[in-house]
């Protein structure tokens, strides 16, 4: 455990998430009822920042730096980088991006692009700034100046897309965190979800009356657990209420092959979806079972080659590197099974295992079971998707990464998911509908950001979902001129 005692500074936020990059496996807290063998000390007193690392009671390193400036922003980059030279001493580790705790590593790299400065200047500045190796920076670059290419061509700033969730799964996976009930147990719920759903659907509709709608994004849960004629019942109501003349882009994330049928394909095709997810995850059937995923390895494989069949020309699978258990042969050949299906694109996740996750609930039970060179098996995926001609199109990070390193998503040429640009790079307003979806309404300025939650609980949804609305609308409606 370590401790960590401010003296006359805040950031609180920042320091324990820094400090907890270097030791992941060390809980660090603010406070304790038991005496800490390891403190970590910051202090603040006219403009000079102290940082001590105590061990056992007696300080091991110290180190100080001054603030130039007492500028909020300034003061937090100064003391970061004082920290990560702290914690790199006394842990003897790097890390890849430097003192970027933040879930957008690309954001900061894209504004500086839109302010029209030069891939040197940021590549600099991403140095300078947050200490980002030279990997991690040239990754930002390449990714930023892509997906720079594919916002030039969007009229984003006019538009708006909207989210859809659908929380139901046919099982739950071990690392599950997202709002998600298992069909089986709460199949008596969906038609009353689907009418509350459709409710927000009508009132979204009118919501942001002088944008174009840029793209639609069903994502859950696991939207294909519906069955036929609710999945068609929720798209037909989506085609006949939002305007699709400018829509670039309609994805469903069928993700589990188990929810997936022929029939689910064609209603997905009928409806005009253009972009769907099969998501193996894995291609070992030993952590598919283990996972809790209740299908085999053959069943993503035929369902794949049965939505080519119905037509699906753009398809997406995820995988995940560092399940528990898994090695570098186990990626390897997962790669090795995906390159024979041939996606149009690939994201890559790191695991990231959240308080919520029955995988931390229960993680004595896991706990001889830890993957085995995550970095190594990343650098799989960067190298694979190189050959194979996938190029990475966006970023993000999360808290508690296994080795605070990144999802990456990976795609062929025009094949870029336009959504997942979008609200990474946090570039437009996205309405989102449906239990435990969080709206996120962009100013014109692109700094400003406002957020409006729905409830994550599926009966609550049901029966509050006038009160969803009015949440949106009381955003809305308060900032008419600059959102509407
Ligand atoms: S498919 Fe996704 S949402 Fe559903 S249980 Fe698994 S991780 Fe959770």
Not at 57 to 75: N, Q
Request: glycine content about 6%; charged content about 30%; some cysteine.
């Amino acid at each position: 455990m370590i401790q960590i005692k401010l003296v006359n500074i805040d950031f609180e936020y920042d320091i324990q998430s820094l400090t907890k990059a270097f030791f992941p496996k060390e809980e660090v807290t603010f406070e304790t009822q038991e005496i800490a063998t390891q403190v970590l000390e910051v202090s603040y007193e006219q403009r000079q920042i102290g940082i001590s690392f105590i061990k056992d009671g007696i300080p091991i390193l110290t180190k100080t730096d001054m603030v130039p400036i007492e500028e909020r922003k300034v003061k937090k980059n100064v003391l970061k980088r004082l920290l990560y030279h702290v914690l790199m001493e006394v842990t003897g580790r790097t890390l890849q991006w430097g003192t970027l705790t933040g879930i957008r590593p690309t954001k900061l790299a894209m504004e500086k692009l839109e302010n029209g400065e030069n891939l040197r200047q940021i590549e600099q500045f991403m140095y300078e700034q947050y200490l980002c190796s030279k990997e991690k920076t040239d990754l930002c670059m390449d990714i930023v100046t892509r997906e720079h290419a594919i916002l030039e061509e969007i009229d984003y700033k006019n538009g708006y897309s909207i989210y859809i969730g659908i929380p139901f799964c046919p099982s739950t996976c071990l690392y599950c965190s997202f709002a998600s009930y298992s069909v089986q147990k709460f199949a008596h719920l969906v038609d009353d979800y689907l009418d509350a759903l459709c409710k927000e659907i009508a009132y979204a509709k009118n919501a942001c009356p002088s944008k174009r709608l840029t793209t639609v994004y069903l994502g859950g849960g696991t939207p294909t657990t519906l069955n036929e004629q609710q999945l068609e019942r929720l798209l037909k109501r989506i085609k006949e209420e939002f305007d699709f003349t400018y829509v670039r882009e309609f994805t469903v994330e069928a993700g589990r092959p188990d929810s997936i049928t022929r029939e689910k394909l064609r209603i997905l095709k009928k409806y005009g979806v253009s972009r769907i997810s099969i998501n193996p995850q894995t291609m070992k059937q030993e952590t598919l079972d283990l996972i809790g995923r209740k299908h085999t390895v053959e069943q993503i494989r035929d369902t794949f080659v049965m939505a080519r069949e119905e037509g699906h020309e753009n398809i997406n699978m995820d995988i995940i590197i560092g399940i528990p258990g898994e090695c570098p042969d186990d990626v390897a050949e997962t790669l090795r099974q995906i390159d024979q299906l041939s996606p149009d694109s690939l994201t890559v996740h790191t695991l990231a295992i959240k308080r919520a996750a029955n995988l931390n609930i229960y993680k004595e039970k896991y706990q001889g079971l830890v993957a085995k060179d995550v970095v190594g098996m990343l650098q799989l995926c960067f190298d694979y998707t190189k050959k194979a001609q996938y190029h990475p199109y966006y970023l993000y990070r999360q808290k508690n990464m296994a080795e605070n390193l990144e999802n990456i998503g990976y795609a062929k040429d025009g094949k870029e998911g336009i959504y997942n640009i979008l609200i990474m790079e946090e570039k437009q307003t996205i309405l989102a509908l449906g239990a435990g979806a969080s709206s996120k309404f962009v100013f014109p300025d692109g700094y400003r950001i406002e957020r409006a939650e729905n409830v994550k609980s599926v009966t609550d949804y049901i029966a509050r979902v006038d009160e969803m609305i009015a949440r949106k609308e009381k955003v809305l409606s308060d900032n008419a001129d600059e959102l509407r």
